[in-house]
């Protein structure tokens, strides 16, 4: 394995949970065909667009619907095993729900970093499973 794959590997394990995939897995060979691609897939082309609108409330500082992206971005998050992004994006949600999101700034762009990692986290889970 060369440092690329290495770091790939680290990113993988650092950002996603691999119990969830493997629960994902364990469907497949139940009989859910491509069920961890598709998935993973779903959430890649449907998270950046919340990720967009997330983005804009922040912006804007509406925190009904920073509340409202940040729930839903957090649901996805979850199903794919993206538990640390679903952790900052729940802290997020509480304090838009409350009115009191104490430096947005810093919590979006957590959040932002956070969600580069898993995408490309998730976009490795699926070169591997092509290998």
Known sequence: MN??????????????????LDGLRALESSGSIDLLSRVINLYLSS?????????AACDSGECEKIEQYAHGLKSSCNNVGALS?????????????????K??????????????RVTAALTQELVLKCR
Do not use: F, P, W
Request: with cysteine.
């Open 103 to 116: 430096d947005v700034n810093k919590s979006l762009t957590t959040i932002l970093h956070e969600y580069d």
């Open 47 to 55: 998270s950046i667009d919340l990720v967009r609108l997330l983005e």
């Open 3 to 20: 440092k690329t794959e290495k770091g790939e590997n680290q990113a993988s394990c650092d950002s996603l949970d691999q119990s969830v």
């Open 85 to 101: 992004l679903g952790h900052y994006l729940e802290s997020l949600e509480a304090e838009a729900r409350n009115g009191m999101i």
